[in-house]
């Protein structure tokens, strides 16, 4: 079993910037391909950004060229790198590590853009 547990998030003006973090247990942190999704008010759930064991990474066409994933396996963490901040990015953002069939999600950090 993993627990996931994410931070960084706040209230930030439009334009701003956010560093989230997701802080795994466990000692086969690097085997997980670890992904960032949000989900706003009324909305589904959306992949935001993920990254492969071997750091190959993937993101939502909304955040392309502002948010950066990364990962230190040395630490068991991933993180967001969120700038350029838009008011549409207001979220809840959760963590998910995932190696088939194992599957594991944090209990998400709100992110509320607004001036």
């Known amino acids: 079993q993993v627990q996931l547990v994410e931070s960084g998030g706040g209230l930030v003006q439009p334009g701003g910037s956010l560093r989230l973090s997701c802080a795994a247990s466990g000692s086969r942190f690097s085997i997980y391909t670890m992904t960032w999704y949000r989900q706003a008010p009324g909305k589904r759930r959306e992949l935001v950004a993920s990254i492969t064991g071997g750091g190959g990474t993937n993101y939502g066409d909304p955040v392309k060229g502002r948010f950066t994933i990364s990962r230190d396996n040395a630490k068991n963490t991933v993180y967001l790198r969120m700038n350029s901040l838009k008011p549409e990015d207001t979220a809840v953002y959760f963590c998910?590590?995932?190696?088939?069939?194992?599957?594991?999600w944090g209990q998400g950090t709100q992110v509320t853009v607004s001036a």
């Open positions: 998910n590590a995932r190696s088939l069939p194992e599957n594991y």
